[in-house]
């Protein structure tokens, strides 16, 4: 049964970083998509970063404007979002999300609170 696992969240003051990590299992890792999602209360879950199995390509969300990484270790099956310049408005619950194949698999998530 595939399993993503996020981690790394928590409670940051506005300007601080975070970085999130996402361990996956039971799926090839290195042959799937794998991106970050966000939800805030009351809004639809939005696309944060997402990157190729081989790392060649990375694409992020308008509202990143430069402040998150995403990056991958296909060795440790791992996915993580460096986020940066952090600000209240990126409170939400983060999502890890794999794709291939026609399948997609989701984490449980991981909350970010921001404060100003």
């Known amino acids: 049964q595939v399993q993503l696992v996020e981690s790394g969240g928590g409670l940051v003051q506005s300007g601080g970083s975070l970085r999130l990590s996402c361990v996956a299992s039971?799926?090839?890792?290195?042959?799937?998509?794998m991106s970050w999602y966000r939800q805030a209360p009351g809004t639809e879950r939005e696309l944060v970063a997402t990157?190729?199995?081989?790392?060649?390509?990375?694409n992020y969300g308008d509202f990143v404007k430069g402040r998150f990484t995403i990056s991958r270790d296909n060795q440790k099956n791992t996915v993580s979002l460096q986020m940066n310049s952090l600000t209240p408005e990126d409170t939400a619950l983060y999502y890890c999300?794999?794709?291939?194949?026609?399948?997609?698999?989701w984490g449980n998530g991981t909350l970010v609170t921001v404060s100003a």
């Open positions: 039971q799926l090839p890792f290195s042959t799937y998509r």
């Open positions: 990157i190729s199995g081989d790392s060649a390509d990375a």
């Open positions: 999300k794999a794709t291939g194949y026609g399948f997609h698999y």
